[in-house]
């Protein structure tokens, strides 16, 4: 899986992935000009699409039928520390409570997202040559 990042200018950017892209950038208080979400919120976003996605899919494994699904993420940040010091991640649906909660623990075992920020994934660095455009 590869995505790939494309400076426009100022603090504005557009990502791509697959035939996809959304433009990024920051808010004015960290002095964006708010054309885009800000990548902490696309962070958020990832983990909510994805934990939904793992909602779902656990749900059709047990042949359960989900009428709606909302998935709100809440993080609190650390901006000393340039990081997230606490994620909240907040199911809503009008299934029963119990099938939920049963739905939300397998939910966590596919999540790629969560996964991933639990486990810590290192993460490493390279420069490649423009002129060659590849470095992964």
Same mark, same amino acid.
């Given at each position: 899986?590869?995505?790939?990042?494309?400076?426009?200018?100022?603090?504005?950017?557009? #990502?791509?992935?697959?035939?996809?892209?959304?433009?990024? +950038?920051?808010?004015?208080?960290?002095? &964006?000009? +708010?054309?885009?979400?800000?990548?902490?919120?696309?962070?958020?976003?990832?983990?909510?699409?994805?934990?939904?996605?793992? !909602?779902?899919?656990?749900?059709?494994?047990?042949? !359960?039928? !989900?009428? +709606?699904?909302?998935?709100?993420?809440? &993080?609190?940040?650390?901006?000393?520390?340039?990081?997230?010091?606490?994620?909240?991640?907040? #199911?809503?649906?009008?299934?029963?409570?119990?099938?939920?909660?049963?739905?939300?623990?397998?939910?966590?075992?596919?999540?790629? #997202?969560?996964?991933?920020? !639990?486990?810590?994934?290192?993460?490493?660095?390279?420069?490649?040559?423009?002129?060659?455009?590849?470095?992964?």
């Amino acid at each position: 899986m590869e995505v790939e990042a494309l400076w426009k200018k100022n603090y504005q950017v557009e #990502v791509r992935a697959r035939q996809f892209s959304v433009n990024v +950038d920051e808010a004015p208080e960290f002095h &964006g000009e +708010d054309t885009g979400m800000m990548p902490t919120e696309l962070f958020l976003c990832s983990l909510a699409s994805c934990f939904c996605l793992a !909602i779902v899919y656990v749900a059709r494994k047990k042949r !359960i039928e !989900i009428k +709606d699904l909302t998935v709100k993420v809440k &993080g609190e940040k650390d901006l000393e520390n340039f990081l997230f010091s606490k994620i909240l991640v907040c #199911v809503f649906s009008s299934l029963p409570l119990g099938v939920m909660e049963d739905l939300l623990g397998l939910a966590k075992r596919y999540c790629f #997202v969560s996964n991933t920020i !639990i486990n810590s994934c290192p993460i490493e660095y390279s420069i490649g040559n423009k002129g060659e455009g590849n470095c992964l």
